[in-house]
């Protein structure tokens, strides 16, 4: 019942803190990482209670609203989970959850590896692609003022993660550069089975994307 609770002020926290966020990085990302997270679990051997706290903080201050600080979001996860009385042991865990989930070009060694990890990257990686991921790209593009597209501009497959974090690409790059790719990236079988249905519809958009940018149907 204890944990049930904490559960609960969780969630009413990073609602109240991501009241006014992007809205690809809003609570509602949130709720849906968390559902997925415990979906997956449903399959893995893991310490939902771990899992869960991941899942809700792992995008509580992200770093591309905050100049790149990536120092920020596991400070104020932490601040949280000690003045609830969270152990030590399980807060770092979630704090390594939150260090170690992101893509940031795929170019990086991850300094940290756990089940529960494995579980809420997927479903992170899960709401990047598929018809929410295409709608949070684009919502995102617009929000930094990015072009839709240009054919003059060729997608980097080479970025080191400085590079990805600076780029200011067309959105159909970020496809390239790394939505296409998350479904080689998925650690679970059941991740792996969800990311197969969501990458073959973005190759469908893709392919009416160009078909109507060239105007020929």
């Given at each position: 019942?204890?944990?049930?609770?904490?559960?609960?002020?969780?969630?009413?926290?990073?609602?109240?803190?991501?009241?006014?966020?992007?809205?690809?990085?809003?609570?509602?990302?949130?709720?849906?990482?968390?559902?997925?997270?415990?979906?997956?679990?449903?399959?893995?051997?893991?310490?939902?209670?771990?899992?869960?706290?991941?899942?809700?903080?792992?995008?509580?201050?992200?770093?591309?609203?905050?100049?790149?600080?990536?120092?920020?979001?596991p400070k104020k996860?932490?601040?949280?989970?000690?003045?609830?009385?969270?152990?030590?042991?399980?807060?770092?865990?979630?704090?390594?959850?939150?260090?170690?989930?992101?893509?940031?070009?795929?170019?990086?060694?991850?300094?940290?590896?756990?089940?529960?990890?494995?579980?809420?990257?997927?479903?992170?990686?899960?709401?990047?692609?598929?018809?929410?991921?295409?709608?949070?790209?684009?919502?995102?593009?617009?929000?930094?003022?990015?072009?839709?597209?240009?054919?003059?501009?060729?997608?980097?497959?080479?970025?080191?993660?400085?590079?990805?974090?600076?780029?200011?690409?067309?959105?159909?790059?970020?496809?390239?550069?790394?939505?296409?790719?998350?479904?080689e990236k998925m650690?679970?079988?059941?991740?792996?089975?969800?990311?197969?249905?969501?990458?073959?519809?973005?190759?469908?958009?893709?392919?009416?994307?160009?078909?109507?940018?060239?105007?020929?149907?």
């Amino acid at each position: 019942m204890k944990r049930e609770k904490l559960i609960q002020k969780t969630i009413a926290f990073v609602k109240e803190e991501l009241a006014n966020a992007e809205g690809g990085h809003d609570w509602f990302h949130i709720e849906r990482v968390y559902k997925n997270s415990l979906l997956i679990s449903k399959t893995e051997e893991v310490d939902s209670f771990v899992v869960s706290l991941g899942a809700l903080l792992h995008d509580i201050s992200d770093s591309k609203f905050h100049q790149g600080d990536e120092t920020v979001g596991p400070k104020k996860a932490r601040q949280f989970l000690e003045a609830e009385n969270v152990s030590e042991k399980d807060i770092l865990h979630v704090i390594n959850i939150i260090e170690n989930i992101s893509y940031k070009g795929g170019n990086r060694i991850q300094k940290f590896n756990s089940k529960e990890l494995e579980v809420v990257q997927d479903a992170d990686r899960l709401d990047a692609i598929g018809a929410i991921g295409i709608a949070r790209a684009f919502n995102y593009g617009g929000f930094k003022n990015r072009k839709m597209y240009d054919p003059e501009i060729a997608s980097n497959l080479t970025m080191s993660p400085s590079e990805y974090k600076a780029s200011t690409a067309p959105t159909i790059n970020h496809f390239y550069e790394k939505l296409l790719l998350l479904k080689e990236k998925m650690n679970t079988q059941t991740g792996k089975q969800i990311a197969l249905k969501r990458h073959e519809y973005m190759n469908g958009f893709l392919e009416q994307f160009y078909g109507e940018w060239e105007g020929n149907n």
